[in-house]
């Protein structure tokens, strides 16, 4: 055989084995922290995890139940906050948006997307925290929402933008307004697409921890209403993980799995609620 | 909408062979129609009266305007950017161009080339238009979609099936449930833009044929690519070349005894 058909065929087997081998790297990445997480999360999950408060430094036991309701309750503003401003500007950019403005518009949601977490952080932490003068539900979530708002943006305007045109003239051609026919048949059709960039958004801040610090803060009992300091899993992960104490690090395992858990809960429940709609695939 | 001296549009009577009468009763006038998009001018002074309860069908080869033409006269051009009409187009003696476009979309309606049933059930693509338009109270839109699934000639295939999904349809009775939706607004003229395009000829034969049994309900105007649906189907034909309308009459004059050499050869298949 010639050299240069050699070469050819040992740079063919050389990609083919490197891509290969880098896809078998990702998977074994992924599995591992998920069978690790797992594996000790779930040896110190107990029911106790779910119903108690913390216990004091050197008790042990307890549980972290005011940290998965703070959870849910920071997530809840931040979905209040980031979605409808997310999903309206992504409306604005896929149909109603001109050329210049919905550039500048699109290029600083790219900008905010990469804003680091600690900055929006210090940023809810100035505008309300000190104004305040306390750390509150309110501020977290609203850092958290402000973190929504960018990937709502982008993922809205990409499902949109995949509705066929043929659709929308449809629905014009019937003396339906623009509004109207983006509210009754381009959104619907894009539901799907939507809803899963909004669940995509939730699973990001759900872990979000930096801008928790100094906003929401944390709180070792339950939390009363939206105005003062409450405990989020991420930030006991954190709390619980650098403490001195094996009872705490194991606790820390088991926040670690039920964040995981709720974040693929609920976004299992969104696409069966997706799904029981008709599709934009053939039936 | 500056006013221009129409061009005498009516053919002489000359012609013999012509079945159909030549109506008195016009349902839309085009008179001195220029269109651009952009500063790219895509029809040149078009003159064209379309008869009140007959088939007027629009043959041309591709990109000769007549499809652009069919946008105009319920203003589908509006969705293009920077697509500007000059002229008059008349609905039933008022201007198009001054009439709000919601109404004037209800009034004429519009199937286009692929049929393109909303992502809902059977049911819920043909209310769409009475909801939208606040026709149809809840005990009246049953009896209402009935009828324009009857209509349509649809109604015996998807009546045990009107909740499942559009989707589930061929693609002649997509096409069948397109027009059953236009129809449910009791549109005075319907556009229709190829819409035997994308069918097979016995899907095809039975949109003609509905089309047909349509005739007293509405006016239609219909876009062809293919000459004999146009000769089958259609009272009247304009021929467009290049953004003109070379020549409009009564089919049977246009395929037997056209006036100009251009529609010959189009027919006859000599270019296009």
């Keep these: ?66 940290a998965i309701v703070g959870s849910a309750k920071l997530l809840l503003l931040a979905s209040i906050i980031g979605i409808p401003i997310g999903l309206l500007t992504g409306v604005y950019l896929a149909e109603f948006g001109g050329r ?29 925290v000190l104004p305040m003068k306390h750390f509150s539900a309110f501020a977290g979530g609203m850092a958290l929402g402000i973190m929504m708002i960018p ?37 619907p059709a894009a539901m799907r697409g939507i809803v899963t960039g909004i669940m995509l958004t939730l699973a990001r801040v759900a872990g979000e921890t930096a801008p928790l610090l100094f906003t929401a803060f944390s709180n070792r009992f339950w939390s009363h209403g939206w105005n003062e300091p409450i405990a989020s899993l991420p930030v ?48 | 909408m500056a006013m221009k001296t129409s061009e005498e549009s009516r053919p002489s009577e000359r012609a013999a062979g012509a079945a159909t009468p030549w109506p008195a009763d016009i349902k839309m006038r085009a008179a001195g129609l220029d269109f651009y998009y952009g500063g790219k001018q895509a029809l040149h ?35 293009v950017p920077q697509a500007r009409p000059e002229g008059e187009v008349l609905l039933d003696g008022e201007d198009i161009f001054s009439l709000d476009v919601v109404s004037l979309r209800r009034r004429v309606g ?44 649809l109604w015996e295939e998807v009546k045990d099936q009107l909740h499942k999904s559009a989707y589930a349809l061929s693609g002649g009775q997509q096409q069948r449930l397109c027009i059953a939706r236009a129809l449910a607004v009791e549109p005075e003229v319907l556009l229709l833009d190829e819409p035997c395009s994308a069918l097979d000829p016995i899907a095809t034969a039975k949109i003609e044929e509905l089309l047909f049994n349509l005739k007293d309900a509405c006016t239609m105007v219909i876009v062809t690519h293919n ?7 259609a009272d009247f034909t304009g021929f467009f070349l290049m953004g003109r309308l070379i020549e409009f009459n009564k089919t049977a004059i246009i395929f037997k005894t056209p006036a100009r050499k251009e529609t010959e050869d189009y027919i006859t298949g000599r270019f296009g």
């Design chain 1, 1 to 66: 055989m010639p050299f240069r058909t050699i070469w050819r065929k040992s740079v063919n087997v050389v990609m083919l084995s490197l891509t290969g081998l880098c896809a078998v790297v990702t998977v074994f990445a992924l599995f591992f922290i998920l069978g690790y997480l797992v594996w000790y999360g779930g040896k110190s999950l107990n029911w106790a995890f779910f119903t108690n408060l913390p216990t004091p430094v050197g008790e042990t036991g307890g549980g972290m139940a005011n």
């Design chain 1, 100 to 128: 210049t403005f919905s550039f500048f518009v699109r290029y600083t949601t790219d900008l905010l997307n990469g804003v680091p977490s600690i900055v929006i952080g210090i940023f809810a932490y100035t505008v309300i």
């Design chain 1, 151 to 187: 990937i709502a943006v982008r993922t809205t305007e990409e499902a949109l933008r995949g509705v066929p045109r043929m659709l929308r003239e449809g629905a014009l051609a019937l003396g339906a307004s623009k509004w109207k026919t983006v509210a009754t048949v381009v959104m």
């Design chain 1, 236 to 283: 006991m992960i954190y709390t619980y993980a650098i403490a001195p104490y094996d009872d705490w690090h194991r606790q820390a395992w088991a926040a670690g799995l039920v964040l995981l858990g709720l974040v693929l809960f609920a976004n299992i429940g969104a696409r069966l609620i997706v799904s029981r709609g008709i599709s934009m695939r053939r039936a």
């Design chain 2, 45 to 79: 002074s078009i003159a064209l009266q379309v008869p009140t309860g007959r088939i007027t069908a629009l043959i041309g080869p591709s990109g000769c305007g007549k499809t652009t033409f069919l946008r105009i006269l319920n203003r589908m051009y509006e969705t």
């Design chain 2, 110 to 153: 519009m199937v286009f080339q692929k049929p393109n049933p909303f992502p809902k059930s059977i049911f819920d693509n043909i209310a769409y238009g009475l909801r939208i338009n606040g026709m149809g109270g809840k005990g009246t839109m049953a009896e209402a979609v009935e009828k324009s699934l009857r209509r349509a000639a």
């Design chain 2, 227 to 233: 000459m004999q649906q146009a000769a089958r189907t």
